[in-house]
DNA sequence: CCTGTAGGCGTACGACGTATACCTACGAGG
DNA sequence: CCTCGTAGGTATACGTCGTACGCCTACAGG
């Protein structure tokens, strides 16, 4: 039985996520490649691959890295329920969008991140909090990250302020006349007053319970 | 002043996209190239470069032809206004469905399709029925994009009674007692009820005007 | 027929992910 | 100290990608 340690490693997995997000947030996504982030790391490109299997365990440790720094911990108890659930989105919201050139790898390799076990527990405390079990409960959740998840996306792709809005409201003459009218009022309109007021919908919708109309 | 009028041309849009839809149902997004959809209309993968710019232009070629399938006519005027805009999601959403390896090409190059500018006036003069104008609208709209999207996505990555909600079934036992739970309930909700049930909520917190609660 | 335009193709280049094979730094046992 | 074996690090190379460039050629006018 030989022992014969050898040399020891020199990079842990979160020095390899910061490199890496180093890069993505200089170069974007399109430059985030092995050989890339490599060189961030003062190292040639074959030997990333004793830290990591390809480039998807790669990809995977970024978003770990970005998502376990969300704050987890279930907010002021005080507050009603709802306040807290945009609370703890907000904090997921906020974790992606200091990068936001990973937004569309966060829904592929979101399982991966503790963190947000931790946070899907916490949220799903409040939903109970709320009266919700069961498939209720299941649905609110998975519904409440899609559309955070859409919602990160979306602005990444093109802020309802944005030239993408602009050429709406100005493209679409007689033919489309709610668009061109919606179009140029969504130009006044935050990211963050878009993200809160849909996400407040939501909310709303999960606060009642179903129950007829009245009237 | 020459006339001479060279060789017409031998392919349509539509041709186009809807070979290159073709290879990405049999071969997936990872098997969408350029040559692999030159080789599907029996070209040099060169040839293509006449009627496309770049592959950016070919993925909006294909995203145009699936989503301008969408009928955008608005559906049954004797029905609630929740009920038509569930019928308007729910043929984006069948849309995408028939071609579930777009999804992620779908948030990119969604603009360019004329269609979507018919859904959304569409959708729009429903969201107007509903009471809403201004800011209210707009919010409204894209809150029901983001859901719509993130959903979709969420859906293609992994049905929620699929293996990773298994996964969560069994890897957390005391320590997320939620999640454990709602793991085990979730493998019992079908794609369709889970997606109907979350859009259900946004259209409930639609309905409600924003009001001071009772009690 | 001729002519010019544009369709179509062959080749090639640089960048990507990564398999393979090699050299080497280093910690433990002697 | 010296050895020794493991594992860190590198150099090279292969196959594939998107696509620039230049050539040939089919074809609708005149």
Chains 1, 2 share one sequence.
Do not use: K, N
């Not at 990250?145 to 409201?169: D, K």
């Not at 007689?174 to 993200?195: C, N, Q």
């Not at 809160?196 to 939501?202: I, N, P, Q, T, V």
């Amino acid at each position: 039985m030989s022992s014969a340690m050898p040399r020891p490693r020199s990079l842990t997995p979160d020095r390899i996520a910061s490199a890496a997000l180093t890069v993505i947030d200089r170069d974007g996504l399109a430059g985030f490649t092995m050989r890339a982030v490599a060189t961030e790391l003062s190292m040639s490109a074959m030997a990333l691959y004793r830290y990591v299997d390809d480039r998807g365990e790669l990809e995977r440790l970024v978003v770990e890295g970005v998502l376990d720094r969300i704050d987890t911990d279930p907010p002021d108890p005080e507050l009603p329920w709802a306040d807290r659930v945009t609370i703890m989105v907000g904090r997921m919201r906020a974790a992606v969008a200091a990068h936001p050139a990973i937004a569309s790898l966060v829904p592929v390799h979101r399982h991966r991140s503790r963190a947000v076990l931790r946070w899907t527990e916490t949220v799903l405390g409040l939903l109970t909090e709320a009266g919700l079990t069961g498939q209720r409960r299941v649905v609110a959740l998975r519904g409440l990250l899609s559309y955070l998840l859409g919602a990160i996306q979306l602005e990444h792709l093109g802020p309802l302020a944005g030239p993408g809005t602009a050429v709406l409201a100005e493209l679409a003459p007689e033919a489309f006349p709610y668009l061109a009218d919606t179009a140029r009022t969504a130009r006044h309109i935050s990211p963050d007053a878009e993200f809160d007021g849909g996400l407040a919908l939501f909310l709303r919708g999960l606060a009642d319970p179903p129950r007829p109309r009245p009237g």
